[in-house]
């Protein structure tokens, strides 16, 4: 079975500076899917940023880009010029390729604060 | 286009009783998903439902069970009530075509408070 870890309960930055939050799984599959997810206040799941394992190259959207590390199972999310609106929770997810669906498997979530 | 509905937002019962919680799909949207949301346990995967068809299921009791309808729509149930059920149950819906990563879209979830 698939785990994912996140090691950092809490995270706070500066505004307009950049954080970086850590991510780590664990698969024994070669192909999947890993994507973080923002639940602010108002609990509604939103997607920030999503990768392949099949691609090398490091997704990027606007002000959110990972560092994905196959060989190490690491996944981390870097969010810079930070914006008030970024504080919420951040989950970690992976989704497998081989089952069929839509299960993701969830990190702890990361809370982080935006500082003004 | 209205996004992932769920109903009812909060809701308050008692030890033993039972619920059952409705999700919305976004419009043409076949693929529906119930998620467990606790301080303790975190987001543990309950089930998924496409064409009206259990597709995946997470390692939960009998006593959750769900359904899908013609139109997409998805109802959880959980019945004789314990207080570990307390938690924010999230549905989420995704277009589920072969071969394409649908994105998951999310409600805003069911604050289910047993007492």
């Known amino acids: 079975a698939q785990t994912v870890t996140q090691s950092q309960p809490e995270m706070s930055v500066q505004e307009a500076e950049t954080v970086t939050l850590s991510c780590t799984y664990d698969?024994?599959?070669?192909?999947?899917?890993l994507f973080w997810y923002k639940q602010p206040p108002s609990r509604q799941m939103i997607l920030v940023i999503r990768?392949?394992?099949?691609?090398?190259q490091n997704a990027t959207e606007n002000r959110f880009s990972v560092n994905f590390q196959k060989a190490a199972k690491s996944f981390s999310l870097k969010i810079s010029d930070s914006q008030l609106g970024d504080a919420a929770m951040y989950f970690c997810?992976?989704?497998?390729?081989?089952?069929?669906?839509?299960?993701?498997?969830f990190g702890e979530g990361t809370q982080l604060t935006v500082n003004p | 286009k209205a996004g992932v509905t769920q109903t009812p937002r909060y809701l308050i019962k008692t030890r033993g009783q039972q619920v059952t919680l409705s999700c919305s799909p976004i419009?043409?949207?076949?693929?529906v998903s119930w998620y467990q949301q606790t301080p303790g346990q975190g987001l543990q995967f309950l089930f998924e439902?496409?064409?009206?068809?259990?597709?995946n299921k997470g390692n939960f009791p009998g006593r959750f069970s769900g359904r899908q309808f013609s139109n997409s729509r998805s109802e959880m149930n959980v019945s004789t009530l314990e207080l570990g059920d307390s938690a924010l149950y999230l549905c989420?819906?995704?277009?589920?075509?072969?071969?394409?990563?649908?994105?998951?879209?999310f409600g805003e979830g069911s604050r289910l408070t047993v007492l």
């Open positions: 419009s043409g949207h076949r693929s």
């Open positions: 997810a992976y989704r497998s390729v081989k089952t069929s669906g839509s299960r993701l498997t």
């Open positions: 439902y496409f064409s009206e068809t259990q597709r």
């Open positions: 698969t024994s599959e070669s192909d999947y899917y």
């Open positions: 989420a819906s995704s277009l589920s075509v072969p071969g394409v990563t649908g994105e998951l879209f």
């Open positions: 990768q392949e394992a099949y691609k090398q």
